[in-house]
């Protein structure tokens, strides 16, 4: 016979395995304990499966509970000689409210008096040979305590799972180990809660599962070392990730790790894979790394397991781990439509310590994933929105290769909550998936079966399928997912749960069902149990002896002879149950909102599909109030985004001629993202100011700037603006407003200084020749009254007509007060206007103007001068 392990046994084993404090409460987890004491709790029960040989033992504490003294207080143990005959009966015998066996047990333990909040312990022992039981099976067992007057003060309701000699009956079983929680990340950078971090905390839910599921000896310590090691930080760059890593923004885009290239190795300085003399590339490290990813799942001991992980919740931790982030302050409290308040935090290093363990622990079994963050597939297949859910499976199986350093296994599907119909089928078929992990409502038992059906069974071909594909339900039991959901965390609940597990087991194997069977444990997602629990039912696993443990890599469809319809077709529950239409159309509002942004991005990089995946978790169906602030976070995050990438606004530009230039600075203020975009620019008046061909397509690398020199031409002076904006390849804009640029045109330009110089000319054509008569006159009319004064000048000195000599006419000019003519040296006399004047200048000057019938004068005749 296989030894038979005790509660006791599992729970020191977990002590020494795994010394982390009682659960915490936390949403979505097992209902726990209530503050007031139980009247009467049961510590341990010892073995958890009997047989003949065995001695069975329980001990407990009785508490008096009420306000008044309690006499003569015994514990005793009831039992029922006949094993239940069904699964459902225990329930409803767990609950109290079955039918009460009366054989008596063991002898009664007394306890004597207890005074009010005072208590006692007590300790039953009986060989099970002398109770009697018929044969193997599950039988009823009462643990009550009594005062002098028979009152029952505490009762606690049980199982006692027997086995009657070497032929005992066995059903393999294959676990599901969750990691999973809520999406609690709105944008890149906030959490709405800090319940991600507490659970990732060394006594954490998710740091408790990790650790239980591993089955050996886990350290939460987080060391110097240990932490450089995990985020692949150097000596020299402590606090950057190196080029292997995932960047910040690689792990909120959900974009995969690739390894360079050794073209990629050289540009960034790092050695290229040695060669060998004949110049073949000798085999590195990473090569035999990436050999073992591959490779099987390596677990040599303990019970094997399937790695049930959520991509988002692995995704978060990997958030935590990397930089600074926010928590929304007091989420219930924030009011609608309005900014919260947040609070900052440091890089979490509880987050980087398991992320450190689970990537040591989870490449030793298979890791299967749901879609990124249990995104509600369903939902979107239903309202048109089936990109999102094929996104949900790449981003998804992304995001694990990124946290874990592992692939997740791409045969296997894990829809939220383990149902799925025919378009959530065929969407995750074509994703690759041929073992699909489901729960029973999906594939329900045929109704005219009345034991537990085998987990496997055969799914319906899908049109275009070749021949040979064959898929394949593995379908969890929903009874054993009830007995592992429930409470554990209060005194003695572990130990009546690990009994009910084990009589759970020992029905389901005990059933005539004919040929061999499957059972999957699969616990609710969220499923927080005490560590001792969790231990307990891993090594009850391995224990108990109806119980077979098996990968679920093994779990194949029987033979096409053997094969039985156990189960009905897929079922899907009512869509009430998903995510509301009404609530999915402003989801598809933010995705139009990031496929704008994303139309400008190089690479075809999605930065914000994870946080558009986490708006559509299942998680949100009944939580409208924080899943509208969730999305409010979100869009205004990506709103910001589009605004990173901008135009910066300039001086108003002044046009001195008719043609200028000017510059528009255009900026990309993202961290990550190198964006491509189109330049648009046009006048608010084409008839005004034209607008010459400028570059209009360029790309801006990440916190980049350039100049976009934009030719301009004015046809009249006067304000205008030009209306500048930025778009995608398809014209749409990305910005929320076009940026306006005054243009003012203040001078001529080169038309309207030609038109000024020709009338210019015009002018000067038109008024040249009477400026040049005029001067000409002048001119004559000087020659003729110097003579005259010469003239005049002789008579006077002598009018022997001689002709005086220079110095003499010299002296008479200077005596007379005449002042020569520096060209000619004529004389002039004084004029209406106060110049000099002589009259044969005057009579000179009057002969020449015109007649105004158009005659000219005659010219005077000179008078006879004296001598003459």
Do not use: C
């Amino acid at each position: 016979m296989r030894r038979i392990v005790s509660a006791a046994a599992v729970t020191a084993m977990t002590a020494a395995l795994f010394p982390i404090p009682a659960a915490h409460s936390s949403v979505g987890a097992a209902p726990q304990a209530e503050d007031t004491a139980e009247p009467l709790v049961v510590e341990r029960i010892t073995p958890d499966a009997v047989d003949d040989d065995s001695t069975l033992r329980v001990v407990g504490r009785v508490t008096n509970t009420t306000d008044a003294e309690l006499d003569d207080v015994t514990v005793r143990m009831r039992y029922s000689r006949h094993p239940f005959s069904g699964r459902d009966e225990l329930d409803e015998f767990a609950s109290g409210s079955g039918w009460q066996p009366n054989a008596e047990g063991p002898e009664e333990d007394g306890l004597g008096t207890l005074e009010p909040e005072s208590d006692g312990d007590f300790a039953l022992s009986t060989p099970i040979e002398e109770l009697g039981l018929s044969g193997y099976g599950v039988y009823p067992m009462v643990i009550e305590a009594v005062d002098g007057d028979g009152g029952v003060v505490g009762a606690q309701y049980t199982f006692l799972p027997y086995t009657d000699g070497d032929d005992v009956p066995s059903v393999d079983i294959a676990w599901v180990w969750p990691l999973i929680a809520d999406p609690q990340r709105a944008d890149d950078d906030t959490f709405l809660s800090t319940r991600i971090p507490d659970e990732v905390a060394a006594d954490g839910r998710l740091s408790r599962l990790l650790a239980a599921g591993a089955q050996t000896t886990l350290s939460f310590d987080a060391g110097e070392d240990d932490l450089i090691e995990l985020l692949g930080l150097g000596e020299d760059q402590e606090g950057t990730p190196l080029p292997d890593e995932p960047t910040a923004e690689e792990t909120a885009e959900g974009l995969p790790t690739e390894e360079a290239t050794g073209e990629e190795a050289a540009e960034d300085g790092a050695e290229a894979p040695a060669e060998d003399e004949e110049g073949e590339e000798q085999e590195t490290d990473g090569e035999d790394a990436g050999d073992e990813d591959d490779a099987e799942p390596t677990r040599a001991e303990g019970v094997p397991l399937t790695w049930a992980v959520d991509p988002g919740t692995l995704d978060d931790i990997v958030r935590l781990a990397s930089r600074e982030y926010s928590v929304v302050e007091d989420l219930d409290e924030v009011p609608a439509g309005s900014d919260p308040a947040v609070e900052r935090f440091e890089a979490d290093q509880s987050a980087q310590v398991w992320l450190r363990e689970a990537r040591r622990v989870l490449p030793q079994d298979t890791v299967v994933a749901t879609p990124y963050a249990s995104a509600d597939l369903a939902a979107l297949i239903h309202n048109d929105m089936g990109s999102d859910a094929e996104a949900a499976v790449r981003v998804g199986r992304e995001a694990v290769q990124r946290a874990l350093a592992t692939e997740a296994d791409g045969a296997y599907a894990a829809p939220p909550g383990g149902v799925m119909d025919e378009a959530v089928y065929a969407l995750l078929a074509e994703s690759g998936a041929e073992r699909f992990v489901l729960r029973d409502p999906t594939l329900p038992p045929a109704e005219w079966l009345s034991t537990t059906p085998t987990a496997q069974t055969p799914l319906p071909s899908l049109e275009g399928d070749e021949e040979g594909v064959e898929r394949v339900g593995l379908v969890a039991d929903d009874g054993l997912t009830d007995v592992l959901s429930a409470p554990t965390g209060g005194p003695g609940q572990t130990a009546l749960a690990l009994q009910r597990f084990a009589a759970e087991t020992a029905m389901i194997a005990g059933e005539n069902a004919g040929g061999d069977r499957v059972v999957v444990a699969s616990p609710e997602p969220r499923w927080d149990p005490d560590p001792a629990f969790a231990s307990g039912v891993l090594a009850a696993t391995e224990e108990l002896p109806w119980l077979s443990p098996e990968r679920l890599d093994d779990v194949d469809l029987a033979d096409e002879s053997d094969r039985e319809d156990t189960r009905r077709g897929l079922t899907y529950p009512d869509a009430e149950d998903e995510l509301s239409s009404t609530y999915l159309s402003q989801i598809e509002d933010v995705n139009q909102d990031v496929r704008l942004f994303n139309s400008v991005l190089v690479g075809g990089a999605d930065p914000f599909r994870p946080a558009v995946l986490r708006l559509e978790s299942a998680y949100w169906r009944d939580r409208e109030a924080p899943a509208g602030l969730a999305r409010s976070l979100v869009a205004n995050t990506l709103q910001d985004h589009r605004e990173d990438v901008r135009i910066i606004p300039g001086e108003p530009v002044t046009l001195a001629s008719r043609t200028g230039i000017t510059g528009i600075l255009v900026a990309n203020d993202l961290e990550e993202e190198t964006v491509y975009v189109h330049l648009s620019v046009f006048s608010a008046n084409s008839e005004r100011l034209a607008i010459g061909e400028y570059t209009q397509r360029f790309e801006i690398a990440p916190g980049a700037k350039t100049t976009v020199y934009v030719p301009l031409s004015a046809r009249i002076n006067g304000r205008t603006e030009l209306y500048v904006s930025l778009q995608n390849a398809e014209g749409e804009p990305i910005s929320s407003q076009d940026t306006l640029i005054p243009v003012n045109a203040t001078g001529l330009g080169t038309q309207a200084l030609l038109i000024s110089g020709i009338g210019l000319l015009i002018l000067v054509a038109a008024l040249a020749p009477r400026a040049l008569r005029k001067w000409a006159r002048r001119r004559t009319a000087r020659s003729a009254e110097d003579t005259e004064d010469t003239e005049d000048t002789e008579d006077a000195e002598g009018g022997d007509g001689g002709t005086p000599t220079d110095d003499e006419a010299a002296g008479t000019a200077d005596s007379e007060g005449a002042t020569a003519d520096p060209v000619d040296g004529a004389p002039s006399g004084t004029g209406d206007d106060g110049t000099e004047r002589s009259a044969q200048a005057d009579a000179a000057e009057e002969a020449t103007d015109p007649d105004p019938r158009g005659n000219e004068h005659p010219p005077p005749r000179k008078p006879d001068g004296p001598g003459r």
